[in-house]
């Protein structure tokens, strides 16, 4: 009984369909915010070398 549950070719209910959805939503809320992190890390870089490089045009 318990082999068949967790067989991949057991018949798919609801839970279990509810269940894949969960961790698909869980794995793309993860990999959005390590590309956020990306991007703000980028962001903050560029608004450094912005100031740089004004201060430079400035002198």
Not at 26 to 34: F, G, I, M, S, V
Request: glycine share 0%; aromatic share 6%.
């Amino acid at each position: 009984m318990i082999r068949k549950l967790f067989s991949p070719f057991a018949p798919l209910t609801a839970e279990r369909i509810a269940r894949q959805q969960l961790q698909q939503a869980q794995q793309a809320r993860l990999e959005h915010q390590a590309a956020a992190e990306h991007h703000k890390a980028l962001a903050d870089m560029y608004a450094a070398r912005e100031q740089r490089l004004s201060q430079e045009v400035r002198a």
